[in-house]
């Protein structure tokens, strides 16, 4: 199936069977309201509110029988994958490894580091552990996408500027053609997400291109409609 989409700066074209959906740690203590990224202060709604159009594409993408893989920031618990730097960084009250309201922050297992049940991932969908902000560092999702063929990926997830775009990058430096939902990605300062789709297609599409979900799925159910 040949999907040709609408996007910025200019139509991404991919195939279903070489593009895989890929969502950012939609974990719960990034996203529900009582866990780690709202005792930072942060207003956790702004990410909720992306849930409806995620679970949108998902669905229609699974329908379609495209290839899913979900991420998780996670920590083995010994935190011997963490840097450091990375627990003393900044002066949050909660640090990684600390037991905040879902059980201890990062840290794989812990109820929330979870993936949200509206989300959830299915049997045979990939689900990657990643000790860094980018999913391919220290991971083998790079292996795992060209054992499959995948040449195209499609993002959602959060946050736009730290995770997302953090792997988009590490994506396009592989060689990978990269999409980002508009709709499906979300920032707790909003004025980051718009800055970040302006980087992603700026230059021509340096980092990939950005398009709003509905794009992807009028594409979708018009071959599924026509039998494609
Ligand atoms: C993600 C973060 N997922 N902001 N993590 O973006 O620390």
């Known amino acids: 199936m040949q999907l040709n989409l609408p996007a910025r700066p200019y139509a991404f074209k991919c195939k279903l069977s070489s593009t895989a959906l890929i969502i950012i740690d939609m974990q719960r203590d990034f996203i529900e309201p009582g866990g780690f990224g709202e005792t930072l202060g942060n207003d956790v709604s702004l990410l909720s509110a992306i849930v409806p159009q995620c679970q949108n594409v998902l669905n229609a993408w699974r329908k379609a029988g495209g290839m899913v893989v979900h991420t998780r920031e996670a920590h083995r618990p010994d935190l011997s994958d963490c840097p450091p730097a990375k627990i003393s960084r900044g002066n949050a009250s909660l640090r990684i490894g600390d037991v905040g309201p ?72 592989r060689g990978y053609d990269c999409l980002l939902l508009e709709d499906c990605t979300e920032s707790y300062f909003p004025e980051f997400k718009t800055a970040t789709l302006e980087m992603v297609h700026a230059q021509g599409g340096i980092v990939g291109w950005t398009a709003p979900a509905d794009t992807l799925l009028q594409v979708l159910a018009k071959t599924e409609k026509s039998g494609e």
Do not use: W
């Open 102 to 173: 879902m059980g201890r922050i990062l840290v794989a297992g812990e109820p929330g580091n979870q993936i949200i049940p509206e989300l959830k991932p299915m049997d045979g969908e990939i689900v990657i552990d990643k000790p860094g902000k980018g999913a391919f560092y220290a991971t083998s999702l790079h292996e795992q996408l060209q054992q499959r063929g995948i040449s195209h990926l499609i993002f959602m997830g959060v946050t736009t500027e730290v995770c997302v775009q953090t792997t988009m990058r590490e994506a396009n430096d």
